[in-house]
């Protein structure tokens, strides 16, 4: 039923998955990859995503073979594990890879409802973070800054732990977003802001969420409606912004 | 005043601190290397650490005299960037690498304080954003098990954005630690338990946070007091365990 290809991997193939590490060609294609057992068969099973290519050991395969025949019908490659390692953006590849479709943001209608605002988040790993923590709190919309790192980058795809399918995620101007909803309360990561431990019951709201080192640009921080604050009891500068965000979201909601 | 050496860098450095990537090479010279300007400078201006090699632009060497002065007797290397990017752990390096010896640990005394218990936290970034967290909720005792990430790793000196020095970090059988110490109330991020969001003002204890993937080891899950449990409002299988480790203790705290 599946078209087999067990022959060596393509110098074609190759150099089209080692393109897709790159964000130009992601965009050119409108595709991207995400690797291992947990991430893919999580995207595969959302059904959300179509999924273009597979590229395997043959073990994966195999042992997969029952989800694969329900939830894809393009072509599967088996690999050998130097092949794989070629293709790979992980230290350790693992078993496979799987070449999908981006999707197609949806229309967000932030109502009766606690949406996320990145305003530059620049690392991957934070970005992956958050999208996973979104998913945990049961945030439906994030809103990004087009300065905020690509959802498409391949470590943004590893952290997020297969949540990338359950999250709608769209690049905006967040001034210009943030003024369009101005009947929604919004709330804001900042020094000097209200006690996170003393605020809950939120159930609408946008939440904004600012660059690592820069927080959040002042135009924007200036239309905020309440700054919220994580209390330290310590000496450490700053938390990291993915941390922050679950702090903030786990009071909030409870 | 310093002895600042202004030749090319030598091979022997180079090697040097290329080995200094190793876990073995860190342990034989019961030494470590840290980058950039933010962490380089936490961790002179601290006086906890010996610093016994800095390797620096030019200009940072400069422009940061006065620190170096007051804070360093050691030798200066000027190094040019090509330089600095051979023997550096960073995408992007960034102005400064130093080498330091490992901090002795001190006796934990965990009466009267909150102290985490990191069961095999394998994940460097993790390890480093977990000691950072603990500098900022005022923890000052790390128990690793045995099988946790080197904290002297550079992803996890990167992480940590200069808390290293701040937080006493101890590897230890936990076992053995918490049943040493059983007159401590002891919590575990778990499932099933407690909900977090009940819970606050506590002031003693021990919290455990287990291996990302396989959680706490069920020998010392069976010891503990009191399980809590972030409750889940959406659909992600997990939660980041640095994620998790700062919202159980922005709660617990509060």
Redesign the interface.
């Known amino acids: 039923m599946h078209n087999y290809h067990s022959s060596m991997l393509s110098k074609s193939d190759t150099k089209y998955i080692q393109s897709l590490h790159q964000k130009k060609f992601r965009d050119v294609e409108n595709s991207f990859f995400a690797e291992g057992n947990k991430v893919v068969l999580d995207l595969l099973q959302s059904n959300q995503l179509d999924c273009l290519h597979i590229f395997g050991l043959e073990d994966w395969l195999h042992d997969n073979e029952a989800v694969l025949r329900k939830n894809y019908q393009g072509p599967l490659q088996v690999v050998l594990q130097h092949e794989l390692e070629k293709i790979s953006g992980l230290h350790t590849p693992n078993q496979v890879l799987a070449v999908f479709s981006k999707a197609h943001p949806k229309p967000v209608m932030p109502n009766d409802k606690i949406s996320l605002l990145l305003d530059d988040i620049q690392d991957p ?1 934070n970005m992956g ?1 958050i999208i ?8 439906n919309h994030i809103i990004c800054s087009t300065h905020c790192a690509d959802i498409y980058n391949p470590k943004v795809i590893q ?1 997020t ?3 990338l399918s ?1 999250v709608n995620i769209l690049y905006t101007n967040l001034l210009d977003f943030v003024n369009d909803h101005n009947t929604i309360k919004t709330f804001a990561a900042a020094l000097n802001g209200k006690d ?2 003393t605020i ?1 019951g939120i159930k609408e709201g946008l939440l904004i969420i600012g660059n690592e080192s820069k927080g959040i640009n002042a135009n924007l921080l200036q239309i905020v409606n309440e700054k919220i604050t ?11 912004a ?3 965000t ?2 903030i979201l ?2 909030i ?2």
């Open positions: 790993g973070t996973r923590i979104a998913d945990w709190f049961g945030i952290s732990m297969g949540s359950r996170v431990t809950s994580i209390p330290r009891l310590g000496a450490a500068e700053s938390l990291n993915a941390v922050a679950g702090i786990s009071h909601t409870s």
